[in-house]
């Protein structure tokens, strides 16, 4: 009963938590003409910002104070890992185990405060240059552009509390979950839309029955690659413990087959997403200059350009994601330290290099597959014409996320049956 409690009071925590989220992302920042910016979201222009728009649940749209999403603290825990890669110091704190992570989460929480006010002010500042949006703002004097910078980053921040809250009280990690929940409001929206185009288009059902099967093979690919791991057998040696020697046994080390999972998707949206909107306002500052032009042009969401950015962007990032999240080294030292060994292969540093080669060889494997499933629903955007508003990182996100969280709800309930089984046997000890 307890259990069943212990999980009811967690999901109630976390479906309170996306509520209170969503009536956030209807809060408007004052002094801003929503009707414009509804319109500029129904034009064609609107098109780069598609995707900062679903990944805040809709929230730019609407001016609303969690218009940035948490976007900054995304991008300052990508710079904070890189730092720790240059300076020593930062390295040392993260191997310095609870307390080291406690003062590197400090400082990618003011590192986040800081992103957000440079955010929050180039949107304030730079969305009235945008084609159509000329009288978005009601009243241009300091009052306004302090108020809205100063909401836009006390909406993040606050983002950010309630996704580590989240983590803390609830279950999975809370900023996928945010993420999670703002992609999952727009599609209600998008699957109506995508009917009502495929109705006004007169699409052949042999055409539509092609496109769901291939969302159906892309959602089953993902379902199929998360769940799948490639399993290194370890080995352990015959020890004496008093005048008893215990036999060796064999075991598993397991290494997921995408090992960086869904964040070097949301790290490559959040690196691609403000440049491109940085291009747009440079854009309407320099008109007439033509190689701005075409540098602007590179970065829509339409031009090939984007979609290769993109990819090496992903790549570059499951690398980079894999190498910090898994050390080589200390798997291999802990293995030896435990008297584990993998068979034919002698402990320390020719353990290492193994478990690198294969880490290598499931990172590349696993970054080709996040890379097919980002673009498949682009180029089928492309080839097919497919009227899509959920692309591939959306659809990667929610599924991913999605299992995360059932492998949670999954590791709660055993953890506490186990709890449950140890006081009973201490019990009876007792007794």
Request: glycine fraction near 6%; charge should be positive; proline fraction near 3%.
């Amino acid at each position: 009963m307890s259990t069943l409690y212990n999980l009811q009071k967690r999901i109630l925590f976390v479906l309170i938590s996306i509520i209170i989220f969503r009536i956030g992302s209807f809060i408007p920042i004052p002094g801003i003409n929503i009707k414009v910016l509804e319109q500029f979201f129904l034009s064609k222009s609107a098109s780069l910002l598609s995707m900062f728009n679903i990944f805040s649940g809709g929230s730019l749209n609407r001016a609303s104070i969690f218009t940035l999403g948490v976007m900054p603290y995304i991008s300052a825990s990508i710079i904070m890992q890189l730092l720790t890669l240059i300076f020593s110091h930062l390295s040392h704190l993260k191997n310095d185990g609870a307390a080291g992570k406690k003062r590197l989460n400090q400082y990618t929480k003011y590192m986040t405060l800081f992103l957000s006010f440079i955010q929050s002010t180039s949107v304030i500042v730079g969305l009235p240059f945008l084609p159509g949006m000329e009288n978005i703002i009601v009243s241009t004097n300091f009052s306004f552009y302090a108020v809205s910078v100063i909401s836009l980053v006390a909406g993040t921040i606050f983002l950010m509390w309630l996704g580590e809250f989240i983590t803390e009280k609830g279950l999975g990690n809370g900023i996928s979950l945010i993420i999670f929940s703002g992609i999952i409001s727009h599609l209600p929206s998008s699957f109506i839309q995508t009917l009502s185009l495929m109705k006004s288009r007169n699409f052949h059902f042999l055409h539509i029955l092609l496109i769901f099967l291939v969302m159906f093979f892309v959602i089953f690919m993902v379902v199929f690659i998360e769940s799948s791991q490639r399993r290194i057998v370890v080995c352990y040696a015959r020890r004496q413990h008093g005048r008893r020697m215990h036999s060796s046994y064999n075991s598993y080390l397991p290494l997921k087959l995408n090992m960086a999972g869904v964040t070097p998707v949301i790290f490559s949206s959040s690196l691609i997403l403000f440049p491109s909107i940085i291009m747009t306002y440079c854009h309407h500052f320099f008109n007439d200059w033509i190689y701005l032009e075409k540098i602007f042009n590179f970065f829509e969401c339409n031009y090939g350009i984007y979609l290769l950015i993109n990819a090496l962007l992903i790549i570059f990032f499951c690398f980079f994601y894999t190498n910090v999240m898994f050390n080589v080294s200390d798997t291999a030292i802990n293995l030896k330290k435990s008297g584990a060994f993998l068979p034919g292969i002698r402990p320390g540093i020719r353990t290492a290099e193994y478990i690198q080669a294969i880490v290598f060889k499931l990172t590349i494997v696993g970054s080709i597959y996040t890379v097919l499933i980002c673009l498949v629903p682009d180029l089928m955007h492309f080839l097919l014409e497919a009227p899509f508003y959920f692309g591939g990182t959306s659809l990667l996100i929610v599924v991913v996320v999605l299992m995360e969280f059932i492998t949670h709800v999954q590791t709660l309930m055993m953890s506490t049956q186990y709890r449950q089984v140890l006081k009973k046997s201490n019990l009876y000890l007792k007794n």
